[in-house]
Nanobody
Framework: QVQLVESGGGLVQPGGSLRLSCAAS????????MGWFRQAPGKEREFVSA??????????ADSVKGRFTISMSGDIARNTVYLYMNSLKLEDTAVYYC???????????????WGQGTQVTVSS
């Protein structure tokens, strides 16, 4: 059974940082792309970032470029993708979802597997 489990969300002040983790299990993801999406209250889910399992071909939404960094665990056996979030803004508040798909895409329809999400709240 495929599972994507996110962790690392929480409450942070504007300008602060968080690291989200997504642990993948249940199959081999070596040919997959790992992505992060987010959904704020009253808004549609939107793309944040994606990366190939090999660590290549990363992509970011314009709203997070220069502030967020996606990376794969250096230990392949850990099957974990990270999202490092710096200089957080109020508008980054959302539920963040991890997803696995076949292409580095910004549309959620391209992703086959999804986690349950982790809440990130940016507030003073």
């Amino acid at each position: 059974q495929v599972q994507l489990v996110e962790s690392g969300g929480g409450l942070v002040q504007p300008g602060g940082s968080l690291r989200l983790s997504c642990a993948a299990s249940g199959r081999s993801f070596s040919t997959y792309v790992m992505g992060w999406f987010r959904q704020a209250p009253g808004k549609e889910r939107e793309f944040v970032s994606a990366i190939r399992w090999s660590g290549e071909s990363s992509r970011y939404a314009d709203s997070v470029k220069g502030r967020f960094t996606i990376s794969m665990s250096g230990d392949i056996a850990r099957n974990t993708v990270y999202l490092y979030m710096n200089s957080l803004k109020l508008e980054d508040t959302a539920v963040y979802y991890c997803a696995a798909g076949r292409v580095v895409a910004a549309t959620d329809a391209q992703y086959d597997y999804w986690g349950q999400g982790t809440q990130v709240t940016v507030s003073s």
